[in-house]
């Protein structure tokens, strides 16, 4: 596993990757930067990573799993509702691989608008 930190404008997440072809095409790939993009209480960004589908790949994630969107190409991270949830469930758009997990209180990315910029790097 490796430390990286996902730094928005207001909020800094500490993520730990987890043992995934996606987690390591992303880190050889470090480091990354995009500009913000929100669905519900979702935020998405775009990086230049190609990854596929991995088997265990799902679209209801849990507060705190770092996602990766292949249909996208981007990075996902939910912290509540979508507009496609069902109840409380983080629903995200279509099946994301999970490459990392965060111990930080992602509710904070709430206050992060779209069009804001964000960066991953090494811890």
Known sequence: ?????????????HVR????????AIIDALPLSGSVMTWGEEVYFTVPVTAAREDDARDVVERGEIAYWPDGEAIAIGFGRTPISRGDEIRLASPCNIWALSDDDVTALARVDAGSRVRIEAA
């Open 17 to 24: 990757t987890l043992p995934t072809p996606t987690a390591a």
């Open 1 to 13: 596993m490796t430390d990286l930190r996902i730094i928005f404008d207001e909020v800094t997440l």
